[in-house]
């Protein structure tokens, strides 16, 4: 659901862009999305369908960038991915902590005609 | 051809928040957002808290429909507005902007309610000072591995219904390794808002956030 509102600011941000450079059809968006984020891609796919119609943006492929959390081990140093369950080090067993990447919500650029 | 644009998508809605930052630093309010499933208790945890505050307190109840939570505070004369969503999961920093512009309310905290759910409010930035996850005993010790971003951002974890501790799994330690893991800044507090078990230590800590919050401003 609360990818509605996040859709609607991708066409409103796109559109705005798009009249500013007097782009007549946007092909693709590329957006870069972190794993931490709540937002689901497919349902900003089923989203802009419906939102983008009769703007220069429809039809346009929408390209998600995916970056993932990385986490840092207290013992170790490594870096790492998570598990299902489990945010300790998968090479020595240890705690880590939280490295500021996954939150990214952002368009990165956009392809046109 | 490919035009570079690198533009935050939550644009909009952060520019509003910082709009009601200023509107409620003005009026010395300390806004905390409180975030977590339906039916984890926020109402009455906000209830008992206010009961063991000596600042004022005003309160922003979110619901996606109805006033029952609002009304609960009114009953006790704590300043409060209800927004109804009419369907959204979350709270937005527009919905808070009107709020603010008809509460009565200044020098205090103000709690705002989010809507109940442990995704979609994380992602919202209202302009609030900082967040309050609150997780129970009885719903399991896994959420901050499900839901990281709520803990990863969240200054104050609660874990509530500590009361209910004897009759579930719920691995405490399994529990703060997660939290700290995302978030080694985060204060965890236990509290039960049934027996009002743990909310003697959380209403100081909120005090000294209020008045290193007065004294910045």
Same mark, same amino acid.
């Given at each position: 659901?609360?990818? =509605?509102?996040?859709?609607?600011?991708?066409?409103?941000?796109?559109?705005?862009?798009?009249? @500013?450079?007097?782009?007549?059809? $946007?092909?693709?968006?590329?957006?870069?999305?972190?794993?931490?984020?709540?937002? /689901?891609?497919?349902?900003?796919?089923? #989203?802009?369908? $419906?939102?983008? /119609?009769?703007?220069? =943006? #429809?039809?346009? @492929?929408?390209?998600?960038?995916? $970056?993932?959390?990385?986490?840092?081990?207290?013992?170790?140093?490594?870096?790492?991915?998570?598990?299902?369950?489990?945010?300790?080090?998968? #090479?020595?067993?240890?705690?880590?902590?939280?490295?500021? @990447?996954?939150?990214? =919500?952002?368009?990165?650029?956009?392809?046109? /005609? | 051809?490919?035009?570079?644009?690198?533009?935050?998508?939550?644009?909009?809605?952060?520019?509003?928040?910082?709009?009601?930052? +200023?509107? !409620?630093?003005?009026?010395?309010?300390?806004?905390?957002?409180?975030?977590?499933?339906?039916?984890?208790?926020?109402?009455?945890?906000?209830?008992?808290?206010?009961?063991?505050?000596?600042?004022?307190?005003?309160?922003?109840?979110?619901?996606?429909?109805?006033?029952?939570?609002?009304?609960?505070?009114?009953?006790?004369?704590?300043?409060?507005?209800?927004?109804?969503?009419?369907?959204?999961?979350?709270?937005?920093?527009? +919905?808070?902007?009107?709020?603010?512009?008809?509460?009565? &309310?200044?020098?205090?905290?103000? &709690?705002?309610?989010?809507? %109940?759910?442990?995704?979609?409010?994380?992602?919202?930035?209202? %302009?609030?000072?900082?967040?309050?996850?609150?997780?129970?005993?009885?719903?399991?010790?896994?959420?901050?591995?499900?839901?990281?971003?709520?803990?990863?951002?969240?200054?104050?974890?609660?874990?509530?219904?500590?009361?209910?501790?004897? *009759? &579930?799994?719920?691995?405490?330690?399994? &529990?703060?390794? %997660?939290?700290?893991?995302?978030?080694?800044?985060?204060?965890?507090?236990?509290?039960?808002?049934?027996?009002?078990? %743990?909310?003697?230590?959380?209403?100081?800590?909120?005090?000294? !956030?209020?008045?290193? *919050?007065?004294?910045?401003?």
């Amino acid at each position: 659901m609360h990818e =509605l509102s996040i859709t609607e600011s991708i066409v409103n941000m796109v559109s705005d862009e798009a009249k @500013k450079r007097n782009v007549n059809k $946007v092909t693709k968006i590329n957006i870069v999305l972190g794993e931490l984020t709540g937002f /689901e891609e497919e349902s900003i796919r089923f #989203y802009f369908d $419906v939102l983008s /119609e009769g703007t220069p =943006l #429809y039809g346009a @492929k929408l390209d998600f960038r995916k $970056v993932k959390a990385e986490f840092k081990c207290r013992s170790c140093g490594m870096i790492y991915n998570r598990g299902n369950f489990t945010f300790k080090c998968p #090479y020595c067993g240890s705690s880590g902590v939280l490295i500021e @990447k996954g939150k990214e =919500l952002y368009i990165d650029s956009i392809d046109v /005609e | 051809m490919e035009i570079k644009i690198i533009k935050d998508v939550l644009e909009a809605n952060n520019n509003i928040a910082e709009e009601n930052k +200023s509107i !409620k630093d003005e009026r010395k309010i300390m806004m905390v957002n409180i975030i977590g499933s339906p039916g984890t208790g926020k109402t009455s945890f906000i209830l008992k808290l206010i009961e063991n505050m000596d600042i004022p307190c005003g309160v922003i109840e979110g619901d996606v429909a109805s006033d029952i939570d609002a009304r609960k505070m009114a009953e006790r004369n704590i300043p409060v507005v209800q927004i109804n969503t009419g369907g959204a999961c979350h709270l937005n920093a527009n +919905s808070i902007n009107k709020a603010l512009s008809t509460l009565d &309310f200044e020098g205090g905290i103000l &709690f705002i309610e989010n809507i %109940g759910n442990l995704i979609c409010p994380s992602d919202f930035e209202l %302009g609030e000072d900082f967040k309050l996850a609150m997780a129970n005993v009885a719903e399991g010790d896994d959420k901050p591995y499900k839901y990281p971003l709520l803990f990863s951002k969240a200054k104050a974890v609660v874990i509530n219904k500590i009361d209910l501790l004897p *009759y &579930f799994d719920f691995n405490k330690q399994y &529990f703060y390794d %997660g939290v700290k893991t995302l978030n080694d800044e985060a204060e965890i507090f236990e509290v039960s808002a049934r027996t009002g078990e %743990g909310f003697e230590v959380l209403a100081k800590w909120l005090k000294k !956030k209020y008045s290193e *919050y007065v004294q910045g401003k």
